[in-house]
């Protein structure tokens, strides 16, 4: 034991809006700032009352940076992160600003706050570790989950910290792997735990699947329309289809474009920038939306956001081609409960524009996850081997289960809720 403390003020027991507090030697480290949207509201952090020291960004998704920004609103401090999660983050931030004026929201921050991130910023490598406060180092691994994603190791004093953020352990198509290996020796480990119930079903298996369900749909004269999230999974279903072809156009819609434009800005990250190079070059992007109703003029592969079906262009294409049997809907994410996605799956059921329908194109999920399954997850913990460790990030049934069996397994472990607080 040490007097080190760890305080969850969003990700304990759910996933969204990502955010803890790591206190030791005095010092208050925080560690990703996101946001969680549910159909109700949208939910932030626990305000952090005590004065940071430093902020670390594990990657771009929205649920760990999409609340980064406040901070220079009312606790600012040096924000160490990579150059390509900052790339992402300022495109999502820009972007959810232009959403809630659409909206006529008062959003949670200004453009102002943006830049005050951007100047705050620290751009950091892989495996180059760094002094962020008087008493923590800290050190990236690559975590293989998407473009510029970090595993953190932070060392104070005699003790080592790690934080996965959201992690992939083996290798999916643009990635290579989260770097564990490389981390030593552990204390403490504040892991992830998604997909604490299972293990993915075998990749090849479902990419086969994928494409089988697309080559039928095109063939009864269908469209198919694949949900899939801006930032990593669009250029994952990309590949693949470049991969393995199809006979339709494919078209590529919502901010997929901008964020394989940063994954060819930065080459190194990512293990086939070639492939991301005729990706730009070869692909039908909708630019702007005059242009998304010739997407549907023949049979089409349509590849867009939102992957959770919480709003984007996705739902112009829906509305457009759910009451078609001959169309599918392919969802490529995690849904996460309360979304339309998990809704729609559950139900058979989704809110519209025009109102609560019942699709009758065909709607079928491909798990596609960029999270380490459970097998993987158990495996970081053997390699790792921490004295203590904390399980964040996960629904609250599957992270309690997951608590349980690691202890039969004879682990130390926390499952904390948010607000908690974890003596380490
Ligand atoms: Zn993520
Ligand atoms: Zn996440």
């Not at 008493?135 to 003790?159: M, P, Q, T, V």
Request: avoid cysteine.
């Amino acid at each position: 034991m040490s007097n080190y403390t760890l305080t969850v003020h969003g990700a304990g027991k759910e996933i969204g809006r990502s955010s803890f507090v790591l206190n030791a030697e005095n010092e208050n480290i925080l560690m990703d700032y996101g946001v969680k949207f549910t159909p109700e509201e949208t939910a932030y952090p626990v305000p952090i009352t005590k004065k940071l020291d430093a902020a670390i960004l594990s990657h771009a998704h929205f649920d760990h940076s999409g609340f980064v920004p406040h901070l220079y609103v009312d606790n600012p401090t040096h924000l160490f992160t990579t150059k390509p999660t900052l790339e992402l983050s300022k495109m999502l931030w820009a972007d959810s600003l232009k959403i809630a004026a659409q909206e006529g929201e008062t959003p949670a921050y200004s453009k102002a706050h943006i830049a005050a991130a951007e100047t705050n910023a620290v751009g950091m490598n892989y495996r180059k570790p760094v002094d962020i406060t008087k008493n923590a180092r800290l050190e990236f691994f690559d975590a293989g989950h998407i473009l510029g994603s970090a595993l953190s190791k932070i060392s104070i004093k005699n003790k080592t910290f790690v934080y996965t953020g959201d992690f992939m352990l083996p290798p999916i198509r643009l990635h290579n792997g989260a770097d564990v290996k490389s981390i030593g020796k552990v204390d403490y480990l504040m892991m992830e735990s998604t997909y604490g119930n299972r293990m993915h079903p075998d990749r090849e298996k479902v990419i086969h699947d994928f494409m089988a369900k697309i080559r039928e749909t095109l063939d009864r004269g269908g469209h198919v329309v694949i949900a899939a999230f801006a930032i990593g999974r669009s250029q994952e279903i990309l590949d693949i289809l470049f991969e393995y072809g199809v006979d339709a156009p494919v078209f590529v819609d919502g901010m997929s474009r901008k964020a394989t434009e940063i994954y060819h800005q930065f080459p190194q990250y990512n293990s086939k920038p070639k492939v991301v190079q005729r990706m730009l070059e070869q692909l039908n992007f909708v630019v702007h939306p005059g242009i998304r109703k010739q997407t549907l003029k023949q049979p089409s592969v349509i590849v867009t956001t939102a992957g959770m079906l919480e709003g984007g262009p996705v739902m112009f294409y829906l509305d457009k081609l759910h009451a078609d049997e001959r169309n599918s809907l392919l969802l490529t994410g995690y849904q996460v409960e309360g979304t339309k996605g998990r809704v729609l799956l559950e139900t058979g059921k989704i809110e519209l524009e025009t109102g609560l329908v019942e699709p009758k194109m065909e709607i079928q999920r491909f798990d596609f996850s960029a999270h380490s399954g459970k097998d993987h997850l158990i495996k970081t913990i053997e390699t790792l081997s921490p004295e203590h460790l904390v399980l964040i990030h996960g629904d609250e049934k599957i992270s309690g289960t997951f608590t349980e069996e690691l202890r039969g397994m004879g682990f130390h472990v926390s499952n904390p809720g948010v607000g908690d607080t974890v003596k380490l």
